[in-house]
């Protein structure tokens, strides 16, 4: 199919959002109204692309009608260096729209949750799954998104067994949910006195941030739990019983947050985790039923996956998924993520583009 076939739809489409964006019915419908702004922020784009697809289709026929037409040679050989370079955008246009023509992930505009776990490699895995909480900082900074820890349990050396904290940005999940697996660090460990290379792992876990509306919680569901604060060592930090677990008794799914002095901010952070669990739980049901049509390689989430490996001998970083290696170690656990991510998106769209072919 054309994809010119599918401009008149998307144009009244258009035309529908940017008419309902100012109705006031919605306006005061929050679901409504944050369903409709997402939908009209990626239709707009695409609309300045088809615009400029058309006007550079013009510009193309009257190129060849001057060619055809005029008899000044000096116009004409204007007109064919013109139409050479319009012909050049016309098919970088074409590519572009047909990805952005792909069905997005509703969830890809969501902020993310995320969890990284110490694995094997004991204490050297706590120091890696620190490392990585501080790649994803720097990361979240340089892309103006806030980073709000939720709750974590350090390690005896330092880092973390375990740390959950909200991301919350312009498209953090879109990003962000490429890390989803096993990443894996192959160093000499501090405590090594004989200079071995150990190999450690660490496990990361990202999901949708979801809304109050995306998931219902009966809070006769609920099973609330107070406890202490503690910090590093297990020692008190308050002597209130202001850290927050709750348990939702019909998937037996935890979530707990004692980041806060407050209970009631405790309680907050951890209902939000725990409705973003639940999310997640429904979606993962939904994408194993996707799986089974297409099978992606790039974006699974697969959370048993090996996705990557931090080798600091070489000072190379491998994402296993597709094939990519570069030697800049350094930089990338400093938050420089860009190139792997971008790598990943390409060879996602190059799928789905793949998959979506017989449609254009």
């Known amino acids: 199919m054309n994809i010119k076939n599918k401009f008149p739809v998307i144009k009244q489409r258009y035309t529908e959002i940017s008419d309902m964006m100012v109705n006031p019915g919605i306006i005061q ?119 709000d820890i939720v709750d974590y349990n350090e390690g005896t050396a330092g880092g973390f067994k375990e740390i959950i904290f909200n991301v919350t940005g312009e498209n953090a999940y879109g990003i962000l949910k490429y890390e989803a697996g096993v990443h894996r660090v192959q160093r000499v460990p501090q405590t090594e006195t004989q200079g071995r290379v150990h190999t450690s792992a660490a496990t990361v876990m990202v999901f949708p941030e979801a809304e109050e509306f995306d998931v219902e919680i009966d809070m006769k569901d609920i099973r609330k739990d107070l406890f202490m604060s503690s910090g590093p060592g297990g020692q008190s930090v308050n002597t209130t019983y202001s850290a927050v677990r709750l348990t939702h008794i019909p998937t037996g799914i935890v979530a707990q947050c004692q980041d806060q002095k407050s209970q009631h901010k405790n309680f907050e952070k951890a209902l939000k985790v725990l409705r973003s669990r639940l999310y997640e739980l429904e979606l993962r049901k939904k994408k194993e039923e996707e799986a089974k049509i297409r099978k992606s390689q790039v974006s699974s989430g697969d959370r048993s996956a090996k996705i990557r490996t931090y080798n600091f001998p070489q000072g190379r970083v491998t994402d296993h998924r597709i094939g990519l290696t570069l030697y800049d170690l350094q930089n990338i656990l400093n938050g420089d993520l860009d190139k792997i991510i971008e790598a990943l998106q390409i060879a996602d769209n190059a799928e789905k583009l793949k998959s979506a072919g017989n449609e254009f």
């Open 29 to 147: 419908d929050r679901k409504k109204y944050i369903s409709v702004s997402r939908e009209y922020k990626e239709l707009k784009p695409l609309m300045e692309r088809i615009e400029r697809y058309e006007k550079t289709e013009s510009g193309i026929e009257e190129a060849r009608r001057i060619i055809r037409e005029e008899k000044d040679k000096e116009w004409v050989e204007l007109a064919k260096e013109e139409l050479e370079q319009l012909e050049s955008q016309l098919a970088v246009l074409e590519e572009e729209i047909k990805l952005m023509l792909i069905p997005k992930d509703p969830q890809d505009a969501k902020n993310a949750v995320m969890e990284i776990r110490a694995g094997t490699g004991g204490d050297e895995a706590s120091l890696f799954a620190g490392d990585l909480f501080r790649m994803y900082s720097k990361f979240a900074e340089k892309k103006g998104w806030k980073v």
